[in-house]
DNA sequence: GCTAGTGCAA
């Protein structure tokens, strides 16, 4: 922890009255923008310099160094010292400077909880579209989805016009709620302002939420009416034809963007910042059309060229794809295998996708096996052991499947009886 | 010479 003050006033409290009143026009110092380039390279360097700058120049600390120290300490979830850094705002007197209370609620909603954020937000007297949104992000960041939208009721009851970035978190909020209703009610107050079109974050949150909440037509439209597209609307519209069974309207979108990156690239020689560049995230994309759509060739050939053609380095989320293309079409020994040659340790959920489909296709000895993978990995859930003792019952191996209810009644943990496990799943 | 809030899968 690195100490700032050395009695730490809570920033909540009447405690943190501010002692002295420096000017607040500065001119820019050399140290602002030492903090500021450390901010990008190295957080914590930005803290560093900062707690050197209290003891050794404490006049040189202006509204800037604290906005940075701040953003620093969001960076790198260093909750004491945001906490130490807000009680300074108020002593040093630059509470009433709405870019600190915008990024101390940024800052609280990175390290502790959205009560801190909110009673930041309470106690700013003229709560701008910036406040507003801060807030609205927070409780998005705290997967309370519901809260956020309430806010943007709120903010507009309170005579705040929402911009741009209000509106591309709240339409994150319902897509994360799969309410389209509210989102289309977004999307009528965006068309009022047909500069918005123009902002592509704020597109691609359209084209994302209308995916979401299962309107690919919808988002088909938004999708075709964005101009200058990049990798994210791209894969945003990949993903959901892949989400909705229509593997060959993802795989035909993925032709036609690298079709489009051939035709560029022979125009303009060396110009990459034109190319959109399929990312891993793509992938995950395409990867999950082929596996819907059992297109095993296919998905063996696009999980090659992501790593031969594109560089990427395949995630647990790429091999998992690969091990669900195999095993929906019974390749499970193929499955097994490329499991094996794994570069990087599998984890459960690849081997809980072997054990379910073991299960579907009756082979009890990869069951088996995938089950003391997962036991190995301390990540065993009672579901799989009931999977499996369901596959020696449905295979007459009766005494296999007393002993493992045996080790199943042995491990289990007070408080959590299988009888109320039952019931939730009956 | 520097200030705030922004999204892609499970």
Same mark, same amino acid.
């Given at each position: 922890?690195?100490?700032?003050?050395?009695?730490?006033?809570?920033?909540?409290?009447?405690?943190?009255?501010?002692?002295?009143?420096?000017?607040?026009?500065?001119?820019?110092?050399?140290?602002?923008?030492?903090?500021?380039?450390?901010?990008?390279?190295?957080?914590?360097?930005?803290?560093?310099?900062?707690?050197?700058?209290?003891?050794?120049?404490?006049?040189?600390?202006?509204?800037?160094?604290?906005?940075?120290?701040?953003?620093?300490?969001?960076?790198?979830?260093?909750?004491?010292?945001?906490?130490?850094?807000?009680?300074?705002?108020?002593?040093?007197?630059?509470?009433?400077?709405?870019?600190?209370?915008?990024?101390?609620?940024?800052?609280?909603?990175?390290?502790?909880?959205?009560?801190?954020?909110?009673?930041?937000?309470?106690?700013?007297?003229?709560?701008?579209?910036?406040?507003?949104?801060?807030?609205?992000?927070?409780?998005?960041?705290?997967?309370?989805?519901?809260?956020?939208?309430?806010?943007?009721?709120?903010?507009?009851?309170?005579?705040?016009?929402?911009?741009?970035?209000?509106?591309?978190?709240?339409?994150?909020?319902?897509?994360?709620?799969?309410?389209?209703?509210?989102?289309?009610?977004?999307?009528?107050?965006?068309?009022?302002?047909?500069?918005?079109?123009?902002?592509?974050?704020?597109?691609?949150?359209?084209?994302?939420?209308?995916?979401?909440?299962?309107?690919?037509?919808?988002?088909?439209?938004?999708?075709?009416?964005?101009?200058?597209?990049?990798?994210?609307?791209?894969?945003?519209?990949?993903?959901?034809?892949?989400?909705?069974?229509?593997?060959?309207?993802?795989?035909?979108?993925?032709?036609?963007?690298?079709?489009?990156? =051939? /035709? %560029?690239?022979?125009?303009?020689?060396?110009?990459? #910042?034109?190319?959109?560049?399929? $990312?891993?995230?793509?992938?995950? @994309?395409?990867?999950?059309?082929?596996?819907?759509?059992?297109?095993?060739?296919?998905?063996?050939?696009?999980?090659?060229?992501?790593?031969?053609?594109?560089?990427?380095?395949?995630?647990?989320?790429?091999?998992?794809?690969?091990?669900?293309?195999?095993?929906?079409?019974?390749?499970?020994?193929?499955?097994?295998?490329?499991?094996?040659?794994?570069?990087?340790?599998?984890?459960?959920?690849?081997?809980?996708?072997?054990?379910?489909?073991?299960?579907?296709?009756?082979?009890?000895?990869?069951?088996?096996?995938?089950?003391? =993978? /997962? %036991?190995?990995?301390?990540?065993?859930?009672?579901? #799989?052991?009931?999977?499996?003792? $369901?596959?020696?019952?449905?295979? @007459?191996?009766?005494?296999?499947?007393?002993?493992?209810?045996?080790?199943?009644?042995?491990?289990?943990?007070?408080?959590?009886?299988?009888?109320?496990?039952?019931?939730?799943?009956?």
């Amino acid at each position: 922890m690195i100490r700032f003050l050395h009695k730490v006033a809570k920033p909540f409290t009447s405690a943190a009255q501010p002692l002295i009143n420096l000017p607040k026009h500065l001119k820019p110092t050399r140290i602002n923008l030492s903090l500021k380039s450390y901010l990008k390279s190295n957080p914590i360097k930005t803290v560093l310099l900062f707690s050197d700058l209290l003891r050794k120049k404490i006049s040189a600390v202006d509204s800037y160094s604290l906005l940075y120290v701040i953003k620093a300490c969001a960076k790198k979830s260093l909750g004491t010292e945001g906490q130490q850094t807000h009680t300074l705002v108020i002593k040093l007197g630059y509470e009433p400077i709405i870019f600190l209370q915008t990024s101390l609620m940024d800052m609280y909603a990175a390290t502790t909880n959205v009560a801190d954020v909110h009673t930041v937000f309470d106690e700013i007297p003229n709560k701008n579209v910036v406040c507003w949104t801060s807030l609205i992000s927070a409780y998005m960041r705290n997967q309370k989805p519901y809260r956020a939208i309430e806010i943007f009721r709120q903010m507009q009851m309170d005579g705040v016009e929402p911009d741009q970035v209000t509106f591309t978190v709240s339409l994150s909020a319902c897509a994360d709620m799969g309410a389209l209703d509210k989102g289309v009610w977004i999307h009528d107050l965006i068309s009022r302002k047909p500069e918005f079109s123009e902002d592509l974050s704020l597109m691609n949150a359209l084209v994302n939420m209308y995916v979401k909440c299962g309107d690919i037509r919808k988002a088909m439209l938004v999708f075709d009416n964005i101009r200058v597209k990049d990798v994210r609307t791209w894969t945003s519209m990949i993903i959901g034809h892949a989400l909705h069974g229509q593997a060959e309207e993802a795989l035909r979108l993925f032709s036609t963007l690298e079709e489009e990156n =051939k /035709l %560029r690239s022979s125009q303009s020689r060396g110009t990459k #910042d034109q190319l959109l560049v399929p $990312n891993d995230v793509m992938f995950i @994309g395409v990867l999950m059309a082929c596996s819907h759509a059992g297109m095993v060739e296919e998905g063996k050939r696009y999980f090659r060229s992501m790593i031969e053609e594109y560089g990427i380095k395949p995630r647990h989320s790429h091999f998992g794809c690969m091990v669900d293309l195999l095993c929906r079409l019974g390749l499970l020994k193929e499955a097994y295998s490329f499991i094996l040659a794994m570069p990087i340790q599998p984890n459960a959920v690849i081997w809980r996708t072997l054990l379910g489909a073991s299960g579907v296709h009756g082979n009890e000895e990869l069951a088996a096996v995938a089950q003391s =993978k /997962l %036991r190995e990995l301390n990540a065993s859930l009672v579901g #799989d052991d009931v999977a499996l003792s $369901n596959i020696y019952a449905a295979k @007459g191996m009766w005494e296999d499947k007393i002993m493992l209810r045996y080790e199943m009644t042995q491990r289990r943990t007070p408080g959590c009886s299988t009888v109320e496990v039952g019931k939730l799943h009956s």
